[in-house]
């Protein structure tokens, strides 16, 4: 198996700044990545994934960067906004396994 | 995309009992999975839901403790059997068709008191 962990439990901004959320992972055969935001009471939702064959990804207001050579990798939210305070979990696969490993996750608190 | 219900929204059980949980796709989809959220953490598989077959778990995992069922590919059912407070932790359902987007479902918060 592998690890998959956040760097910061907790993250606080101010309504309309860019925020990025880290997460390092142990495993080097991992190979797609994924990122989910949870809201309180609610199941993870996905928000957007990369393969090991990509660097960065953009997606609407969203963008993932992953570094391979340090096992690292980054959501950026641009413009953030109070419906975007939630926890936030990446996950790892590798090996056609699709069975991910969750991160700790870390909680966005959007300050308006 | 996929729409996942399950059921209950929430129990708070005694000590010993069982709790069965469902899980309602509203497609066919090709792979089934329960997880456990205990508040404040991060999801833990407890085993894939195989169409007509037995349930494959993780470790830590067993099937004594939680059968599954999963009679077609739109539902499913998690037993949580004989169970104590350290079972108390949201139950989810999670869908997905080959390396494609996963969804959940919305989770069972079970409280064992």
């Known amino acids: 198996g592998e690890s998959v962990g956040l760097h910061l439990p907790t993250l606080s901004v101010q309504e309309g700044d860019n925020s990025i959320i880290n997460c390092a992972y142990s495993?080097?055969?991992?190979?797609?990545f994924i990122w989910y935001k949870q809201e309180s009471g609610k199941g993870p939702q996905f928000i957007i994934d990369i393969r090991s064959n990509m660097d960065k990804r953009q997606g609407q207001r969203v963008t993932v960067l992953l570094n391979k050579t340090v096992k690292h990798l980054s959501l950026q939210i641009a413009a953030t906004q109070p419906g975007d305070s939630a926890v936030y979990f990446c996950?790892?696969?590798?090996?056609?396994?699709?069975?991910?490993?969750f991160g700790r996750g870390t909680s966005l608190i959007v300050h308006p | 995309s996929a729409v996942i219900s399950q059921k209950p929204s929430r129990d708070i059980c005694q000590r010993g009992t069982s709790l069965t949980i469902q899980c309602q796709v509203d497609?066919?989809?090709?792979?089934m999975f329960w997880y456990r959220q205990q508040p404040g953490q991060s999801l833990t598989l407890i085993a894939t839901?195989?169409?007509?077959?037995?349930?494959?778990?993780e470790s830590g995992f067993v099937i004594d403790k939680f059968p599954i069922s999963r009679p077609n590919l739109t539902f499913s059912t998690l037993t949580v059997s004989n169970m104590s407070p350290e079972d108390s932790s949201i139950y989810l359902c999670?869908?997905?068709?080959?390396?494609?987007?996963?969804?959940f479902g919305p989770g069972t918060r079970l409280t064992v008191t």
């Open positions: 999670s869908v997905r068709q080959a390396r494609g987007e996963q969804y």
């Open positions: 497609s066919q989809v090709t792979m």
């Open positions: 996950a790892g696969e590798s090996g056609g396994s699709y069975i991910p490993t």
């Open positions: 839901a195989n169409q007509g077959s037995e349930a494959t778990y």
């Open positions: 495993n080097s055969a991992s190979d797609y």
